[in-house]
């Protein structure tokens, strides 16, 4: 639609229809991550935890042997299956196997053989299960073997999960929709022909988006080090230490923040409200984008989103 014929009206519907397409990412999302090409990048991984021990691995792996563990001395076992991710998401109906192992050494190389019955059992509907290990065996060496099946169900309730993160997302696009809607205005009072310009920009956005993620995840690691962090934030911000030590002095934060950086579809989610907002922004704020690093913008925006206070 040519700037001279748009109306508020039109910028309003824009603004809906943007919000909308945001809204069913999680869908997209899932479309990607069956895509061949780039999907590895967006897989959700799945996760065994033995007595707070964690053990990542990819969705469609059917077996998981964990290492060699030390059985507690009150032979107390509890085993979760969930899906790597913020929220915990459930994988149930996993069956186990719980075998007390012995050290075997030969000439050549030492290695574990079974040292007695193993004990079955199948992970519960809320994703755990605990196990008493007979008094024989605490104090000594288990391996504990998962034969993982995720299935559709499981898969649905993992995208499900996100409605509250979308909820959140959308709700910080409202929030930015009464800054950007009086840019708007200001562009219809008075508008010029940018349109080839704006169409350049989103043309290099995305694949820019993307590449600038693993700087973001560099950043979030940096948590524990202010000093580091700061240094690494004035490559695209002024006064970077007021962000680092904000980001730094919520240490319960930064732990929810490293745990956002392996959700993979909590990552995409955040992109993807990214890119809905650059695409709020007027012809001449895009404009004004074009000679920018978008790099630097992307650091700003993301941080805006997962710092204490933002939509996170």
Same mark, same amino acid.
């Given at each position: 639609m040519s700037s001279n014929t748009m109306t508020m009206a039109d910028v309003d519907n824009m603004f809906s229809n943007i919000k909308s397409e945001f809204e069913t990412s999680i869908d997209e999302y899932r479309k990607h991550s069956e895509n061949w090409l780039y999907g590895?990048?967006?897989d959700m991984e799945q996760k065994v935890i033995i007595n707070d021990k964690e053990h990542s691995t990819d969705t469609n792996d059917s077996k998981i042997e964990t290492d060699i563990i030390t059985c507690p001395l009150d032979g107390k076992i509890t085993l979760v299956h969930c899906f790597e991710a913020e929220a915990f998401v459930p994988i149930s109906g996993t069956p186990f196997k719980i075998q007390p192992? @012995?050290?075997?050494?030969?000439?050549?190389?030492? %290695?574990?053989?079974?040292?007695?019955? &193993? $004990?079955?059992?199948?992970?519960?509907? %809320? /994703?755990?299960?605990? $196990?008493?290990?007979d008094p024989a065996h605490r104090g000594k060496p288990i391996r504990i073997t998962f034969y993982p099946e995720v299935n559709e169900s499981d898969i649905k309730a993992m995208l499900d999960s996100y409605d509250p993160t979308i909820g959140k997302?959308? &709700?910080?696009?409202?929030? #930015?929709w009464t800054?950007?809607?009086? #840019?708007?205005?200001?562009?219809?009072? %008075?508008?010029? %022909? $940018?349109? @080839?310009?704006v169409g350049k920009f989103f043309d290099k956005m995305l694949d820019e988006?993307?590449? &600038?993620?693993? #700087?973001? &995840?560099?950043?979030?690691k940096l948590l524990a080090?202010?000093? #580091?962090?700061?240094?690494?934030?004035?490559?695209?911000?002024?006064n970077p230490e007021l962000i680092?030590?904000?980001?730094?002095?919520?240490? /319960?934060?930064?732990e929810r923040m490293?745990?956002? $950086?392996k959700d993979e579809a909590r990552c995409f989610l955040c992109l993807n409200a990214v890119i809905s907002w650059f695409k709020t922004l007027s012809p001449l704020q895009i404009l004004s984008l074009v000679t920018v690093s978008l790099a630097a913008i992307l650091v700003e925006v993301v941080l805006s989103i997962v710092i204490p206070g933002g939509a996170f």
């Open positions: 590895w990048a967006l192992v @012995k050290k075997h050494t030969s000439f050549l190389s030492s %290695d574990y053989e079974p040292d007695g019955p &193993a $004990v079955s059992g199948t992970i519960g509907s %809320d /994703g755990t299960a605990e $196990v008493i290990l997302l959308s &709700a910080w696009l409202d929030k #930015e800054t950007q809607r009086s #840019e708007w205005q200001i562009y219809l009072s %008075d508008p010029i %022909d $940018v349109w @080839k310009e988006l993307v590449d &600038a993620w693993d #700087e973001i &995840a560099s950043l979030f080090n202010p000093t #580091e962090l700061a240094n690494q934030l004035s490559k695209y911000m002024e680092a030590e904000k980001l730094a002095s919520a240490k /319960g934060e930064s490293l745990t956002l $950086v």
